[in-house]
């Protein structure tokens, strides 16, 4: 994750783009774990990925090179637009849905989406299911949206889980993303199991979970992949959610709504062994880890980034609200969304869209004012990051004045991404767009 604004000295990393360099850390890990793999057939050629476009395209949101990030940010941006009833630009969703392949799938950024999508296509779960959480929302796509939920299924896991990219070994992340794809899409997701072993999501998911056998200060937290590894806040956070079946947009629970949290019990059997018991029962000891963290660092989580492990982890905190609201959390979700208000401007000030959009989701699962964020006004922030919206919604959320399509977000500035490919298991996970490293 970026440091935060006051951290002025350090380059800032978009933020979608960030989550890229956590997954670096992870996947390294994996590579010393598991021993050096050679890379899969499809990450051989350096040409797989789509080249970075000299000027980015209209109705894309953010001004930094989207080729690890674009479907990801512009899903998001658009979700979060939708929450609070603005109706977005027409370029916009056009953009997003003229992104999927043939067969149904997204990859992050295709420079040419009038091109075919072939082998070299670097296909990404995460990505189709950022994308089918936001055209589900809009509606009107129920093709793409059904085409890309097909595609999901044919690439899980015997398991009942989700790599980033189709054949890896399956994380908590991706399969938490792709649950909340199948719950957006009006799926059950507990009834969607793999072709081998007619294993659903949640048993994958299950089998990330820290158990009674752990440290008792990492016990309910989940791993992001690696069986036996350390708690990874990130991990627990998607899980937290996609154990209740919920996706990016949690809705508020109501006034007086207000679930205590109920940490991992080890006394009458539950949660002895990984891998077994209820998903919403795991959902409440992962929520019982998060609220330890946040305790122990002052309402925040930290990052996971090299050389900035001490300074806060603004997006994951985000995520964590958004987790703890969806258990009902309300309470819980209060003191972490407060530091929000008073600390998180600056960094979505300098990581764009996706920023923006996951406050405005954080927001919004705990019923505060995304216009009235701690002094800033998240809505119109996101809103000039892109295309002005079809219609902007006005203060009681209700349709305004058609706006202008024809202005852009000020596409002008390409940022080369700077992180090297890890070779092996690992590889595959720094083209997802979640982060990852072992906290």
Not at 61 to 79: E, H, I
Not at 95 to 102: D, F
Not at 312 to 335: E, F, M, S
Request: a neutral charge; proline letters at 5%; glycine letters at 12%.
């Amino acid at each position: 994750m970026a440091p935060m604004a006051s951290m002025a000295h350090q380059a800032p990393l978009p933020h979608s783009v960030a989550f890229l360099a956590r997954r670096a850390a992870t996947a390294l890990a994996a590579v010393a774990v598991l021993g050096a793999a050679a890379a899969p057939a499809a990450y051989a050629d350096s040409d797989s990925a789509s080249a970075s476009p000299k000027k980015l395209p209209g109705g894309l949101y953010g001004t930094k090179d989207p080729q690890y990030d674009g479907v990801w940010r512009q899903s998001l941006a658009l979700l979060a637009q939708d929450t609070v009833g603005i109706r977005p630009a027409a370029s916009a969703v056009k953009w997003l849905a003229g992104q999927q392949c043939a067969d149904g799938s997204f990859a992050a950024f295709r420079a040419e989406p009038g091109k075919p999508c072939d082998a070299k296509t670097l296909r990404d779960t995460n990505q189709t299911a950022a994308a089918v959480q936001a055209l589900a929302a809009l509606g009107g796509h129920g093709d793409t949206v059904q085409k890309a939920v097909s595609w999901l299924k044919s690439v899980q896991n015997d398991d009942g889980g989700w790599s980033s990219m189709a054949g890896s070994a399956g994380d908590a992340n991706s399969t938490s993303v792709v649950i909340g794809a199948l719950a957006a899409a009006g799926e059950k997701p507990q009834s969607v199991t793999s072709k081998k072993g007619g294993k659903t999501p949640y048993d994958a998911l299950l089998t990330f979970r820290l158990d009674c056998e752990a440290k008792e200060d990492a016990r309910g937290a989940f791993t992001f992949q690696l069986k036996g590894a350390a708690p990874n806040a990130d991990a627990t956070a998607a899980a937290a959610t996609g154990a209740l079946g919920k996706g990016f947009v949690v809705e508020p629970s109501g006034k007086g709504a207000d679930t205590p949290i109920k940490p991992l019990s080890c006394k009458d059997g539950d949660g002895k062994k990984a891998g077994s018991g209820d998903p919403a029962q795991a959902a409440e000891g992962g929520a019982g880890y998060l609220v330890a963290q946040l305790d122990k660092n002052g309402q925040h989580l930290l990052s996971a980034m090299p050389g900035a492990e001490k300074q806060p982890d603004v997006g994951n905190t985000a995520d964590t609200v958004v987790a703890l609201a969806a258990g009902a959390h309300t309470t819980a979700a209060a003191q972490p969304l407060k530091w929000l208000e008073k600390n998180a401007a600056g960094w979505a000030r300098q990581n764009g869209p996706a920023a923006y959009a996951q406050l405005v989701l954080a927001a919004h699962a705990t019923g505060t004012d995304p216009r009235s964020f701690g002094g800033t006004d998240l809505v119109s922030a996101l809103n000039a990051t892109g295309p002005e919206p079809a219609a902007a919604a006005t203060k009681d959320g209700k349709d305004g004045k058609d706006a202008d399509d024809s202005k852009g977000g000020g596409f002008g500035l390409v940022w080369i991404i700077g992180i090297g490919l890890a070779i092996g298991a690992g590889i595959g996970f720094l083209l997802s767009s979640r982060k990852k490293k072992q906290l």
